[in-house]
């Protein structure tokens, strides 16, 4: 008996080692690219810090409770009933001299600006995992494919989350793609997916790229965590803040509430626009991913002029009801607040036009 539990036991290890070798795990970093992390001031003990100290889990709570919170605890319309609306915008025919957004759902969108177009975190999958029969798409969210994108001029990577850096998405769309911006490591997948280093920009917090005439961007810091496989922080995590030569928009990634948002706002705002997660939150992991109460905050810490809430509507990653993130930021944003942009995927929102009105069209979606 014992002999046939070490046979399934060695045939599960060595399953589970040739499924991590499959190419949609990306690669560690080593060489230079290691020495240069190794040079990084927020990289100690073999791997990227947080500015604050920033456990997994909340004081009180463990990791065995949250498994089984996820197998057996029942939330209601944790996923949607109903499709999830979109608009199918013709991109392609968009004209690239008008200032528009896009967002796919979670937090993919595309930006185009000052005739520059940026794509921020593509996953055009229906599913945002390893395997496909896990954490798939709500229905109504797979609307948008990389044959649907013109070329790009900026393909920005905040960290490599499944949910953000997404294996098939990125390597079909590499031949539209002209320049990547990405966290320190980062690039470590995308060369082995393909693209070549020139490609390529890796920044550590507060590092700046001129990108083109009146465009730059910095890598400033979040607060979360990276990794593809069992080892973690071996990638740095990034927020971006992206200067054009009309705007100041901050693309916030996926980050817990901090003291960093007060230092970016104070170092580089205000900016016109503030893109901030707000979903897959849970007091269980409430240093990792906000509560939708503290986006408002860090949108205040930051002096934005305006919020677009990410992170919702399109995978679930957390035990909360599918649209609590729209739900709560909306009901929270009053007296004064300041202006909630909630597009339903695909609406494109012109940046110009100052009179723009958004509908709650969550509340029609069971």
Known sequence: MLLYVLIICAVLAVATI????QPQFGKAPTGARLERIKSSPNYKNGRFQNLENTPDLAEG???LSVIWSFLFDKT?????????PHVQTDIHALDLQTDALIWFGHSSYFIQIAGKRLLVDP??????????????????????????????????????????????????????????????????????WGYPPSKIIELDWHELANLADGFTIRATPARHFSGRGFKRNGTLWTSFVLNTPSRRIFIGGDSGYGKHF????????????????????NPAWIYIHMLPEQVLQAAQDLNAQSILPVHNAKFSLAMHAWDDPLVRITEANK??????????IGEPVFLNDSARVFAHWWEDVR
């Not at 900016?271 to 897959?280: P, S, V, Y």
């Open 335 to 344: 007296d004064p607040g300041l202006p909630l942009w909630t597009p339903k």
């Open 61 to 63: 709570v463990n990791m």
């Open 123 to 192: 996953v055009f999958n229906g599913y945002a995992s390893p395997v496909s029969f896990t954490t798939k798409s709500f229905p109504g969210t797979t609307g948008y494919h990389v044959e649907d994108i013109p070329a790009i001029d900026f393909l920005l990577i905040t960290h490599d989350h499944w949910d953000h850096l997404d294996y098939r998405t990125v390597k079909k769309i590499a031949p539209q793609v002209k320049q990547v911006i990405c966290p320190l490591g980062v690039g470590a997948h995308l060369e082995y």
């Open 262 to 281: 007060a230092d970016i706002g104070q170092q580089y705002g205000p900016f016109d626009l503030a893109i901030l997660e707000d979903g897959q939150y």
């Open 76 to 84: 209601p319309r944790q996923v949607p009933i109903d499709s999830i």
């Open 18 to 21: 040739i499924f991590l070798q």
